[in-house]
């Protein structure tokens, strides 16, 4: 399919992991992909490039107003105006309550929710200039439907995604710009390694692996997700597909939390 022809993405967590996955579905669908994070997303693009697709990087931080619209600039200078914005870029640390510091807790939230709505933000003022609507989809996560052990921040930090999707969703709706999250669940990539050694030090003695395994086996599809698994999804909710679809947060997560 080539569903995304002449329109530009911009996506936020592109160097690797979800992030990246979603870039090269968008790029294989013809669409101008804009690759920012925080850190070189080199590997990313040039695989996009030498699949044909068409792609550049912009090193940003999220929480920082002016480098988010030095990133929206870039992109309209590169490919045109924006049709699609994917808030993705994350981070998480894991702690017991009581050694969770107050500058972890504000790291993950300017990120996490502060980051997407800075990215909204921006991306929704130039799909208001160029006129042609526009698709924002926001990475949330399996903790903002239920938060789980010696991650009270990174919870909270998610259900604000939850909470800005659907008051952006109402604000901009008769403009024809659609606002959606996702929810990835136990998901193959960098940050969930990580993961899987830091709560499992918590938790008790877990050699690396043994605890996602036992995640694992609680998910009705018994297999942990991929990238382009998300990626699925995503691109779904940028089509035309998905017109009439705003203000919702979509699971992606095997089945392991149902609502």
Same mark, same amino acid.
């Given at each position: 399919?080539?569903?995304?022809?002449?329109?530009?993405?911009?996506?936020?967590?592109?160097?690797?992991?979800? @992030?990246?996955?979603?870039?090269? +579905?968008?790029?294989?669908?013809?669409?101008?992909?804009?690759?920012?994070?925080?850190?070189?997303?080199?590997?990313?693009?040039?695989?996009?490039?030498?699949?044909?697709?068409?792609?550049?990087?912009?090193?940003?931080?999220? &929480?920082?107003?002016?480098?988010?619209?030095?990133?929206?600039?870039?992109?309209?200078?590169?490919?045109?105006?924006?049709?699609?914005?994917?808030?993705?870029?994350?981070?998480?640390?894991?702690?017991?309550?009581?050694?969770?510091?107050?500058?972890? *807790?504000?790291?993950?939230?300017?990120?996490?929710? !502060?980051?997407?709505?800075?990215?909204?933000?921006?991306?929704?003022?130039?799909?208001?200039?160029?006129?042609?609507?526009? +698709?924002?989809?926001?990475?949330?996560?399996?903790?903002?439907?239920?938060?789980?052990?010696? &991650?009270?921040?990174?919870?909270?930090?998610?259900?604000?995604?939850?909470?800005?999707?659907?008051?952006?969703?109402?604000?901009?709706?008769?403009?024809?710009?659609?606002?959606?999250?996702?929810?990835? @669940?136990?998901?193959? !990539?960098?940050? *969930?390694?990580?993961?899987?050694?830091? *709560?499992?030090?918590?938790?008790? &003695?877990?050699?690396?692996?043994?605890?996602?395994?036992?995640?694992?086996?609680?998910?009705?599809?018994?297999?942990?997700?991929?990238?382009?698994?998300?990626?699925?999804?995503?691109?779904?909710?940028?089509?035309?597909?998905?017109?009439?679809?705003? @203000?919702? &947060?979509?699971?992606?997560?095997?089945?392991?939390?149902?609502?």
């Amino acid at each position: 399919m080539r569903r995304f022809e002449t329109k530009t993405v911009v996506i936020t967590g592109g160097s690797r992991g979800i @992030g990246a996955a979603i870039a090269r +579905r968008f790029a294989r669908e013809g669409a101008n992909v804009m690759v920012s994070a925080n850190e070189d997303a080199s590997a990313t693009v040039d695989a996009i490039v030498k699949d044909g697709g068409r792609a550049a990087q912009f090193t940003a931080d999220v &929480t920082d107003k002016a480098q988010v619209a030095a990133l929206y600039d870039a992109a309209e200078a590169e490919f045109g105006g924006v049709d699609v914005s994917i808030q993705n870029a994350g981070v998480i640390t894991i702690a017991k309550v009581e050694d969770l510091t107050i500058e972890e *807790w504000r790291k993950v939230l300017e990120v996490n929710t !502060t980051g997407v709505f800075l990215c909204c933000q921006e991306a929704i003022a130039r799909m208001r200039r160029h006129g042609r609507g526009g +698709r924002l989809i926001n990475t949330a996560s399996g903790q903002a439907r239920q938060g789980f052990i010696f &991650t009270p921040h990174y919870a909270a930090s998610k259900f604000g995604v939850v909470g800005i999707t659907q008051s952006l969703a109402k604000e901009v709706a008769k403009e024809r710009i659609t606002v959606n999250a996702f929810c990835p @669940g136990i998901i193959e !990539t960098d940050m *969930w390694a990580y993961n899987d050694e830091a *709560w499992g030090k918590l938790l008790g &003695t877990y050699a690396p692996g043994e605890l996602m395994a036992e995640w694992v086996r609680n998910i009705p599809m018994a297999r942990a997700g991929s990238g382009e698994d998300v990626a699925g999804l995503v691109t779904f909710l940028a089509s035309e597909d998905a017109a009439y679809i705003t @203000g919702q &947060t979509v699971n992606v997560d095997g089945g392991l939390i149902m609502s």
